[in-house]
């Protein structure tokens, strides 16, 4: 990996935890941490739902190993939020770089 590639800031936002009686159906994120990262698309689709055009698309975000990310985060990068699909995992054995999988759930617009 060549630290030249970490060339994008991506935020890393957890869940605000909320008390009361009904659960938040439409939970609301806080920043946890602002990284620079690598971004790389994997695959991207459009299909029709309700008679409008959606776009799904999968991000791999690389950042600097950390140990306090969690599959129930999600990332903001470019105006998207991405929900991580996956737990993270380091991409090496020095625990150097970590890959954070993300699938586009909605835009900040």
């Known amino acids: 990996m060549n630290i030249g590639d970490m060339k994008y800031r991506i935020e890393i936002q ?3 935890e909320t008390t009361g009686p009904i659960p938040d159906l439409d939970p609301e994120y806080e920043n946890h941490c602002t990284v ?3 971004v790389e698309y994997l695959k991207g689709t ?3 739902a309700a008679k409008a055009v959606n776009a799904e698309q999968e991000v791999r ?3 600097r ?3 306090d ?3 129930d985060m999600r990332v ?3 105006g998207n939020f991405y929900e ?3 737990p993270p995992v380091p991409l090496d054995k020095q625990r150097k770089w970590l890959a954070i999988m993300g699938k586009m759930i909605s835009t900040s617009n």
């Open 36 to 38: 620079w990262a690598k």
């Open 14 to 16: 957890k869940k605000v």
């Open 76 to 78: 903001k990068f470019d």
């Open 69 to 71: 990310i969690t599959a």
């Open 46 to 48: 459009e299909f029709w």
């Open 61 to 63: 975000f690389i950042i």
């Open 65 to 67: 190993y950390r140990k």
């Open 84 to 86: 991580i699909t996956a």
